[in-house]
């Protein structure tokens, strides 16, 4: 019997207690101090971008750009795949957007770009794309539409930090870009994200929003004597503890993508041949794309096959996991007055994805054996 393999284990780069140890020293615990500054300072050069704001999670990065751009009393809607987590939908149900689920693009997972178009309605205020699993969305294709129809694009990054298309980071493509630094991503801080901020006038309004919806930064600046309250605002920064954390983290982060391009490919090369004789499916990277090497998941030709090699690997101590469950015929997506059969392909497909264990600490051997167990169980 194999030792477990966890589908994830927590990414350390080595400096993370030498930094929590200069907080102690500095004495200021509650976060916008200096870690806060040393990682909005590395992204900003890292992503050639203007405007970063640390978050304590991507979840609140996608909450501060719903408050950006609602509009009280307007009927506004937003179009986004059903195929996603629950923080990319929640944030803009409860900045009151109607949410529009679109279908995903079975050859990648990712939302498709002609059924969005066809979602568009008078009240489309923005479009939101996901960047699924290392792989990247067709952004630019969407920035066209978007740009057309006089909309927003907001890309949830969550998994993409340091991913470029092209050159250009995703998460800098989209009016807003969402980054998350949970500890099942590739670098972390327990909890973390951030958010980018395209248009300068936004600015000072997300940074009120962020720092509890007070003008306490222009106290700081001397722009104003006293501080008031300006935006209704949430608590949406990290502590100095997980920003120290995180910057020791981002210090390792070329390590930790050259690491996990080697398992990557172990698993492409592994299980080519199931690839080819189409058994299972994975997308190919565009050769103009750099990518994290987030994930590796595969998408088999039934539900009954991927259910089949779950368990199978599961009662070999190996855990691989089935993805993301579609929001639509959630709880929540059937309150909303979606229907399981209203996105037919998310819903299809969705059941024989398989995402397999993918962390630094898993070692070429390990992955051989479950490449071998995949092929075995087939
Ligand atoms: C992880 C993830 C989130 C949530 O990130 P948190 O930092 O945990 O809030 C949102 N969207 C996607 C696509 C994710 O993968």
Known sequence: ??????????FLAGNELK?????FRQDHFYGNGKYTRLCAEFIRKK?????????????????????????????????L??????????AFARAGFKLVFAEIDPKTMMMDVRDVREKFTQNTAAVVVVHYGGYCAEV?????????????????????????????????????????????????????????IKDNSFVNRA????????????????LANKYSWVEIGGSFYPTELQTAFLYAQLEALERNIEERKVIYDEYKIGLAPLKLAGVVYYPEFHVDYKSNYHAFFVVFNS????????EFLRARNVHAYIGYIPLHSSPVGLKMGYEINSLPITEKYSKRVLRLPLHNK???????????LIKGCI
């Open 1 to 10: 019997m194999m030792k477990t393999i966890k589908f994830n284990e927590p």
């Open 140 to 196: 630019n294709e969407f920035r066209a539409l978007c740009d057309a129809n006089e909309v927003y694009l907001v890309e949830d990054a969550a998994q993409a930090f340091n991913c470029f298309l092209n050159n250009k980071a995703l998460g800098t493509i989209g009016d807003f870009g969402c980054f998350s630094f949970h500890e099942t991503k590739n670098v972390h801080a327990g909890l973390s994200g951030a958010l980018i």
């Open 19 to 23: 930094y929590l140890k200069d907080v």
């Open 207 to 222: 940074t009120y929003i962020w720092e509890r919806g007070t003008n306490r930064q222009d106290v700081l600046k001397g």
């Open 362 to 372: 898993l070692t070429l051997t390990q992955v051989a054996g479950i490449v071998d």
């Open 81 to 90: 795949p059903s195929y996603t987590f629950s923080s990319t939908a929640s």
């Open 303 to 310: 539900e009954s096959k991927a259910d089949q090699v779950r």
């Open 47 to 79: 992503l050639s971008v203007e405007n970063v704001l640390i978050t304590d999670s991507c979840t609140s990065a996608l909450e501060i750009a719903a408050l950006l751009m609602r509009e009280t009393g307007q009927e506004q809607e937003i179009i």
